[in-house]
């Protein structure tokens, strides 16, 4: 759990995903299109994926991938990150991250 903890707050956007989510592609499609470049975790290339991906459950991202952190915050799956992105808020929380200037 701390080595998600310590990746998430090293960037001021984190992606926790896997190369074979479409969602997944998605969620990073949108943060680049916003303009941000996320720090992305593709948890099964990583020696330590399944590790990982019991320590983001653990810490209750329910599904565990994409798991979205912004400002070493879990802001949620890419169903949370959409409702962000309608209703306007997402940007602003990039913005406040320091993830985007505009």
């Given at each position: 759990m701390d080595r998600v903890r310590d990746l998430a707050s090293k960037r001021a956007a984190v992606?926790?995903?896997?190369?074979?989510?479409?969602?997944?592609?998605?969620?990073?499609?949108?943060?680049?299109?916003?303009?941000?470049?996320?720090a992305v975790h593709?948890?099964?290339q990583d020696a330590k994926g399944r590790e990982m991906e019991g320590a983001l459950?653990?810490?209750g991202c329910n599904p565990t991938v994409p798991a979205v952190f912004i400002g070493g915050r879990?802001?949620?799956s890419?169903?949370?990150v959409?409702?962000?992105?309608?209703d306007g808020s997402l940007k602003q929380k990039l913005i406040d991250a320091k993830a985007i200037w505009f």
């Open positions: 992606i926790f995903t896997k190369s074979s989510c479409c969602m997944c592609h998605s969620i990073k499609a949108l943060f680049y299109e916003l303009g941000a470049s996320p593709e948890l099964d459950r653990a810490l879990y802001v949620g890419a169903k949370d959409i409702s962000l992105h309608v």
